[in-house]
């Protein structure tokens, strides 16, 4: 498909950079999870686990947009799905947000674990959609959605990084003061 192939290269930059950052994830949350605290295990459903879900979203989406599809609506379908999912997910992580007593959110916790997300996912739905009547807008639509679910997911994932270096790393310390 031509209007595809025009965007082979943007998906290729995303896709590598959503994988080699979730492994980076991988590597970083074993080396800093010496014995994590049941608090801190309670949290993480609403916020470790949603950043590797965004870093898989945007290299399957990725993966998805560099297919030889014989036409755009096939791949139109399956990003409108995962949008969808990705709609429900966002959703289901809002509502542990809600329930976790681990740690006190803050807006910044809102906007990059709900509300971006929850807009990046129901954009790629919509644009899976409507992609009959406005093939390049939502050609656009998907890829800007892609490289948001990117960028939420290394902003959470320095997020978390940080929490656990500066915040309970600094607990620790001092309890064993």
């Not at 939502?138 to 915040?167: E, K, M, P, Q, R």
């Amino acid at each position: 498909m031509a209007a595809l192939a025009k965007w082979s290269t943007f998906y290729q930059i995303v896709g590598t950079a959503a994988a080699s950052l979730m492994g980076l994830q991988f590597v970083v949350l074993t080396l800093i999870a010496e014995r994590p605290s049941t608090r801190v295990a309670e949290a993480s459903a609403a916020f470790a686990t949603p950043t590797t879900v965004h870093f898989g979203s945007a290299l399957l989406l990725s993966a998805v947009l560099c297919v030889p599809w014989p036409n755009l609506i096939f791949a139109a379908a399956v990003w409108g799905v995962v949008g969808f999912c990705g709609v429900a997910y966002a959703l289901m992580v809002i509502r542990r947000m809600l329930r976790q007593t681990a740690y006190q959110t803050e807006f910044e916790d809102w906007l990059f674990y709900a509300i971006l997300p929850l807009l990046a996912y129901a954009t790629l739905a919509v644009s899976g959609y409507v992609v009959r009547f406005h093939m390049t807008a939502s050609l656009f639509a998907a890829g800007g959605s892609a490289l948001l679910l990117l960028f939420i997911a290394i902003h959470n994932a320095w997020d978390a990084v940080t929490y656990h270096v500066f915040v309970l790393k600094g607990e620790t310390r001092r309890d064993g003061d």
